[in-house]
């Protein structure tokens, strides 16, 4: 059975793979004579902001999955960790001072 982070790798990966590709795709047309030295640059630097902006919403949307699947478990935030902090920290004052 293929688990949460294997699925994480293969997105990452898929997306990286796709993105050396097509770098390698635009420098074969460079070579051919088919795109210029500007073009190919262009659309180089296109491609880098492209996969950064998808792999941002990857990541993204994986944190959405994670703290869903967490939340449907019950299980405890870092958040809900700190605000139970503050409360035993205020019940240990209030105590102290009777």
Not at 14 to 23: D, G, M, N, P
Not at 38 to 67: G, P, Y
Request: hydrophobic fraction near 35%; charge should be negative.
């Amino acid at each position: 059975m293929i688990n949460f982070e294997d699925l994480i790798k293969i997105g990452i990966g898929s997306a990286l793979l796709a993105k050396e590709k097509l770098e390698e795709f635009i420098e074969e047309a460079k070579k051919r004579g088919e795109l210029s030295e500007s073009e190919a640059t262009k659309l180089i630097e296109e491609l880098k902001k492209e996969s950064e902006k998808k792999l941002t919403e990857l990541k993204n949307l994986i944190k959405e999955e994670v703290k869903k699947e967490l939340d449907e478990l019950g299980v405890a935030t870092k958040k809900d960790i700190e605000e139970l902090k503050k409360e035993i920290a205020e019940i240990k004052k209030f105590l102290n001072e009777k």
